[in-house]
């Protein structure tokens, strides 16, 4: 990271940041020189990710309207400032064929995926983003832009962030770039059903040959909140090696969906 993405003293939200994905953004932007609170649902993981970068923190779901006004609150007091927002919290369940999945599960799934990053957009914009300006990046799916086998109710959640990071994009402008990043199959605790079995046989099939690595979204993710994309708004950055022009490079079957068709 150099100091032309300039993120020195700019303070940063993540949301899921104690793992995976949200735990690389928060180092990336906290190398960056950026102050980052992190949150997610665990409150020791939480102390120990704030702890070791250096930030501030607070347990609590994103489902929780009272939680993301107390996050807000906190970033304020101890920071004096918002300047990026990152919603990378995020859910799979309820998983499995859509006519069989429970209700109150697939409303969750729309709570979490989606209303929780309007939510916090909404907190952030209020208390400081409104008059100041920043930058929000949402964590989507290569998966939003197709369908798959049993991750129904994910990838229409996350088809629903994808419009409204868009959405958002139009109407916060200028003052806020809202943008997205939408990563393939990735090394994460959430995705491990898919990629352990057969990790070989799935990287085999792409055309960069490789799953990806949490570090590989968080560059994206640090890139699109920084000035050096201060002229990208309302854009989908698609971080997947090459899954989506796979057809052109084999015509072996899709690996991933057979995982998931085989996955209960």
């Known amino acids: 990271m150099t100091s032309s993405y300039g993120l020195e ?18 180092g990336q932007l906290a190398g960056a020189g950026a102050l980052v609170c992190v949150t997610a649902r665990d409150a020791d993981d939480v102390r120990r990710t704030a702890g070791e970068l250096g930030g501030i923190g607070l347990a609590g ?10 996050v807000t609150e906190l970033v304020l007091r101890e920071f004096g400032r918002i300047d990026v927002l990152v919603n990378n919290a995020a859910t799979n369940q309820p998983y499995g064929p859509l ?11 729309f709570t979490v995926n989606v209303e929780a990053p309007l939510r ?10 409104g008059e100041h300006g920043g930058a929000v990046v949402n964590v989507c799916t290569e998966g939003a832009g197709h369908v798959g086998p049993s991750v129904g ?3 229409t959640s996350k088809a629903a962030l994808l419009h409204l990071t868009r959405q958002l994009a139009g109407e916060l402008a200028p003052k ?9 199959l990735v090394r994460t605790d959430m995705a491990r059903f898919v990629w352990e079995p057969g990790e070989r046989e799935v990287a085999a099939g792409l055309p960069l040959g490789r799953i990806g690595e949490p570090e590989d979204v968080a560059r994206a993710v640090v890139w699109l909140a920084s000035d050096a994309a201060q002229w990208v708004t309302g854009a989908d950055l698609l971080v997947d090696g090459g899954t989506r022009v796979r057809a052109a490079y084999t015509s072996a079957p899709y690996a991933v969906h057979e995982r998931l068709r085989g996955h209960r």
């Open 176 to 184: 806020v770039r809202v943008n997205s990043v939408s990563p393939g």
């Open 61 to 70: 779901s994103v489902a929780d309207p009272a939680h993301l006004s107390r």
């Open 9 to 26: 003293g700019r303070a940063a939200i993540v949301t899921g940041a104690t793992r995976g994905i949200g735990r690389a953004v928060a």
């Open 99 to 109: 006519m069989e999945a429970d209700p109150d599960a697939w409303r969750q799934a």
């Open 153 to 155: 109710a994910y990838g």
């Open 120 to 129: 916090l957009v909404r907190c952030a914009w209020r208390a400081w983003m």
